[in-house]
């Protein structure tokens, strides 16, 4: 059950695209009314403007007397989102890139807090307090570990490869609301930023070198059926797209757990694909590094588990506790020296966790 799932307060939420506005309410990490659907008008500043009052409005007419509390939502970058400025080179909504206050212009019109956010971050916090995090605690609860989680470091596989990173139940946004992954060096290709291994656009160019078909009609799903062997074409080079995902993939992740260290949760749309690409991952984050002295290390000091593998599951959760004497006493501690982490697929959908990321963020910072 998610932190807020008995609340009753309202917010106001938007999914907000290039093409078109997506408004609605949540209470109690859920929907509460029918999506209403505008076209985004993302070239034309006034008028995209205009189009969001007059979608905020239809739903708190459509709510009557109930009151919302805030409005919360994601948006691309670049952005300061803590000030709700949104500026900088944003290819869905070049209308923007002048810089817009939009979160302060928003709370003028409507008199209530507005909070907006990166979509990546949005889905670490969803998990964090309503997703993964939770579910995997209560596992180990049930499964009589003493093991908890506090931290969680989100991903998300899809038109780019997001992150967001929840700290003790703590967004990290940033100093300048840059935390990001995408830019990162490219461990296969010199010079090149990692995304371009870990995206759609990844999955379909491996595909084409390697089976020398140029079909931009190929989506990744297509690409996954024919790995599958549901669909005809060149299996091999299906399976080679996927294999360069996971191991880029994995060698950012293998940075991130050892600077964050807690739970890894993989969304989007390329999640689907997790049998083909996740072996390869994880074996990059168990792979090993040497010192000049000849030392070898574990990549990850920490061992690494996917969480979606029943065996692999108990493994984690039993560790290796065992009873420590109190010196000098006849007491004992339990104590556990195994250092783990874990992976798991997302399981309530990127898109809800989004969302759901999107209200407890509001309730939260409320709360505060």
């Known amino acids: 059950?998610?932190?807020?799932?008995?609340?009753?307060?309202?917010?106001?939420?938007?999914?907000?695209?290039?093409?078109?506005?997506?408004?609605?309410?949540?209470?109690?990490?859920?929907?509460?009314?029918?999506?209403?659907?505008?076209?985004?008008?993302?070239?034309?500043?006034?008028?995209?403007?205009?189009?969001?009052?007059?979608?905020?409005?239809?739903?708190?007419?459509?709510?009557?007397?109930?009151?919302?509390?805030?409005?919360?939502?994601?948006?691309p970058g670049p952005a300061d989102y803590p000030a709700g400025i949104i500026g900088g080179f944003l290819p869905n909504f070049p209308s923007?890139?002048?810089?817009?206050?939009?979160?302060?212009?928003?709370?003028?019109?409507?008199?209530?807090?507005?909070?907006?956010?990166?979509?990546?971050?949005?889905?670490?916090?969803?998990?964090?307090?309503?997703?993964a995090l939770p579910e995997v605690n209560a596992k180990l609860a049930a499964a009589g570990s003493s093991k908890r989680f506090n931290n969680l470091i989100g991903y998300t596989f899809g038109t780019g490869f997001g992150i967001g990173c929840v700290i003790n139940g703590e967004l990290n946004r940033g100093d300048n609301s840059c935390v990001e992954t995408y830019c990162l060096p490219n461990p296969s290709i010199n010079g090149v930023i990692l995304e371009d291994s870990v995206a759609i656009r990844a999955v379909k160019r491996v595909y084409a070198e390697q089976a020398g078909?140029?079909?931009?009609?190929?989506?990744?799903?297509?690409?996954?059926?024919?790995?599958?062997?549901?669909?005809?074409?060149?299996?091999?080079?299906?399976?080679?797209?996927?294999?360069?995902?996971?191991?880029?993939?994995?060698?950012a992740m293998a940075t991130a757990a050892q600077l964050m260290d807690g739970i890894i949760v993989i969304g989007g749309g390329i999640s689907a694909s997790a049998k083909f690409f996740m072996p390869y991952l994880l074996e990059e984050m168990r792979g090993t590094v040497r010192t000049l002295s000849g030392d070898t290390l574990q990549r990850v000091q920490m061992k690494v588990y996917n969480l979606d593998d029943e065996a692999e599951f108990a493994a984690f959760a039993k560790g290796e506790a065992r009873e420590l004497k109190i010196y000098g006493t006849d007491k004992t501690v339990t104590y556990d020296p195994q250092k783990r982490i874990g992976i798991t697929i997302d399981k309530i959908g990127?898109?809800?966790?989004?969302?759901?990321?999107?209200?407890?963020?509001?309730?939260a910072e409320l709360d505060k």
Not at 42 to 50: G, K, V
Not at 115 to 126: M, S
Not at 355 to 360: K, N, Q, R
């Open 213 to 251: 078909v140029q079909d931009p009609a190929l989506t990744p799903k297509d690409i996954f059926d024919i790995a599958d062997g549901k669909r005809p074409g060149d299996r091999k080079a299906a399976l080679a797209s996927f294999r360069e995902l996971g191991r880029v993939a994995g060698r």
């Open 1 to 75: 059950m998610g932190k807020y799932k008995n609340d009753k307060r309202v917010v106001l939420t938007l999914d907000a695209g290039g093409n078109s506005l997506r408004f609605n309410a949540m209470r109690g990490e859920e929907f509460i009314l029918e999506t209403i659907t505008l076209p985004s008008n993302a070239n034309d500043l006034d008028l995209c403007l205009e189009t969001m009052v007059t979608g905020f409005k239809s739903v708190i007419n459509l709510l009557g007397d109930v009151k919302p509390e805030a409005i919360s939502f994601a948006f």
């Open 96 to 131: 923007f890139r002048e810089g817009v206050a939009l979160g302060p212009y928003l709370k003028e019109v409507f008199g209530i807090p507005v909070f907006i956010n990166n979509d990546g971050d949005l889905f670490a916090f969803g998990e964090a307090l309503s997703g």
């Open 350 to 363: 990127t898109s809800t966790a989004i969302s759901v990321g999107a209200y407890d963020f509001a309730l």
